[in-house]
T-cell receptor, first 110, second 109 residues
């Protein structure tokens, strides 16, 4: 049972480049979410999904897109990377209010 | 606006020295308060859920308590392996989770 798997673990981008952060879960959870974690700040919600085909914005959605075509996968797309998007990104799936997090993707935008 | 604060920002303890971490919150209707542990380079790991004032949960050297405005994570006789960042999060009915900034705990041998 792998839980929540995120790829890649590390990524360096140049300003303006685009990329997709992958997230997959094998627990059949309907609720999935993406957070970013910056020093001195709590985890901030970017986007979330309550099931396949349904997504919504969180606290800090600008510059990010998501889709949810299957229960298992919830990719996060950076459309045109900016230095302000340098952060650690966590994907989570949730059941019964408990969130299960992936190991994170550390992203640097130069 | 929902708000979650945690104190202290960082805490250094000697092995065996008990202490408490604080999580203060302001929400209109609390559905649940959650404690997570985060080790460096890893994602947060669930510890406890508390739902109502007066509730307590225990796990090994950790005990979480809840009042109407705050939660405490009590650490009794900590060991070096308890060193981590401890995060609390609240969920309001019909809303998403709001996380606090965390408390970095270091337990020295």
């Amino acid at each position: 049972n792998a839980g929540v798997t995120q790829t890649p673990k590390f990524q360096v981008l140049k300003t303006g480049q685009s990329m997709t952060l992958q997230c997959a879960q094998d627990m059949n959870h309907e609720y999935m979410s993406w957070y970013r974690q910056d020093p001195g700040m709590g985890l901030r919600l970017i986007h979330y999904s309550v099931g396949a085909g349904i997504t919504d914005q969180g606290e800090v959605p600008n510059g990010y897109n998501v889709s949810r075509s299957t229960t298992e996968d919830f990719p996060l797309r950076l459309l045109s990377a900016a230095p302000s998007q340098t952060s650690v990104y966590f994907c989570a799936s949730s059941y019964g209010g408990i969130q299960y997090f992936g190991a994170g993707t550390r992203l640097s935008v130069l | 606006e929902d708000q979650v604060t945690q104190s202290p920002e960082a805490l250094r303890l000697q092995e065996g020295e008990s202490s408490s971490l604080n999580c203060s919150y302001t929400v209109s209707g609390l559905r649940g308060l959650f404690w997570y542990r985060q080790d460096p380079g890893k994602g947060p790991e669930f510890l406890f859920t508390l739902y109502s004032a007066g509730e307590e949960k225990e796990k090994e050297r950790l005990k979480a308590t809840l009042t109407k405005k705050e939660s405490f994570l009590h650490i009794t006789a900590p060991k070096p392996e308890d060193s981590a960042t401890y995060l609390c999060a609240v969920q309001e009915y019909g809303q998403n989770f709001v996380f606090g900034p965390g408390t970095r705990l270091s337990v020295l041998p």
